[in-house]
């Protein structure tokens, strides 16, 4: 997480900024079209959600039919520069500000309140505002996308601006980082167990094919899933909570434990001496496992909280990964011990 990002994480809730935002998204090929959709949606945002914040394109760029509107609007309340100037002065000498303090805004009143001038698209590029429009329209070739940004503060406001925007256009799209989370551990979650349930056939199927003997198998398996058993436990304990990445960590450490298990009993095989095959790889693989385990432990100190959690689950499984040696020790001499008594 960068500093910019730690400060607004910070400030953020003390100033009541939104947290979650939210993008409405259309597209089409006519702006004028997409213009008066959004300001549709617009209008029923303001209308049944008072309290709800957004940010609509139309507020910059109204259509052309709104603008015709706002001058019907002005001609028939008569305004002209003069009475606005006038209204302005009065609100200056009630308000007690310095003579000329609206004196810029004045100057431009000619031109805001002439009928034949327009806002276009095009006009604001012109005059060098092309990056206050960016972040609302975007023009690719003859297809414009425009973006509306919301920021409910909750899943039920959430769900109506979700009501909404199907009533007003079911073609745009309401997307957001929020959202795009809650489908991903939606659909994480039985794609995770299936993916993990077609990893651990194939490697059981491999190890019994490499062991031909189902006791070997089970003594090169058996304690990575008690060292996971134990790693789980520590982490509920501590109270860590699992994300993505930490999963992803439990499965990488999981496939480490299992290669040293595969180690120490085809090394028993060779040796046909239990204590020899432990003594001979525990160093290597106690030495290894704490390379491992130093090397994605130090993801502990990251700031940026998934990298943190990846260090968490790696230290955790990686001591369980040292402790598993000498649960695999005690399974490859129980079956030596079995072997020379028979």
Same mark, same amino acid.
């Given at each position: 997480?960068?500093?910019a ?29 997409l ?30 039919a709104?603008?015709s509107?706002?001058v019907q ?14 209204s ?11 003579p ?9 009143l ?23 429009l960016?972040?609302f ?19 039920e406001?959430?769900a109506?601006v $979700? $009501? ?26 039985p $794609? ?24 070997l ?8 899933a008690i ?9 509920a ?25 595969i ?68 399974g ?5 011990t ?5």
């Amino acid at each position: 997480m960068t500093d910019a990002a730690q400060l607004e994480t910070t400030i953020g809730p003390a100033f009541g900024l939104p947290s979650d935002v939210y993008v409405v998204l259309a597209e089409g090929r006519d702006l004028e079209v997409l213009l008066e959709t959004n300001e549709r949606l617009a209008h029923r945002l303001s209308a049944e959600m008072p309290a709800l914040a957004f940010q609509p394109p139309a507020r910059l760029l109204p259509s052309a039919a709104s603008q015709s509107q706002t001058v019907q609007a002005i001609a028939t309340r008569r305004l002209s520069p003069d009475v606005v100037r006038a209204s302005l002065e009065r609100a200056r000498v009630a308000g007690d500000f310095t003579p000329g303090a609206f004196e810029p805004f004045a100057a431009r009143l000619p031109r805001l309140l002439d009928p034949v001038e327009r806002l276009t698209y095009d006009g604001y590029v012109a005059h060098g505002l092309r990056d206050l429009l960016d972040r609302f329209i975007v023009r690719e070739g003859d297809r414009w996308t425009l973006a509306t940004y919301v920021f409910p503060s909750s899943a039920e406001p959430t769900a109506r601006v $979700q $009501q909404i925007i199907s009533a007003v256009d079911p073609a745009q799209r309401f997307t957001g980082l929020t959202l795009v989370n809650r489908e991903l551990a939606r659909s994480f979650l039985p $794609q995770f167990i299936k993916g993990l349930v077609i990893g651990t056939v194939i490697v059981v199927a491999l190890v019994i094919a490499a062991f031909r003997d189902w006791r070997l198998s089970l003594y090169a398996m058996l304690p990575t899933a008690i060292g996971l058993v134990w790693a789980a436990g520590v982490l509920a304990i501590g109270g860590v909570e699992l994300d993505l990445f930490a999963v992803f960590a439990v499965v990488t450490f999981v496939g480490i434990g299992v290669d040293y298990g595969i180690h120490l009993v085809h090394r028993y095989q060779e040796r046909g001496d239990a204590e020899r095959a432990t003594a001979e790889l525990a160093p290597v693989i106690l030495v290894a496992a704490a390379i491992t385990m130093l090397g994605y432990g130090t993801l502990v100190t990251s700031s940026y909280p998934p990298l943190r959690s990846i260090g968490v689950v790696s230290a955790v499984s990686g001591r369980h990964a040292r402790g598993r040696v000498g649960v695999r020790a005690a399974g490859a001499v129980d079956d030596g011990t079995a072997s020379r008594s028979a």
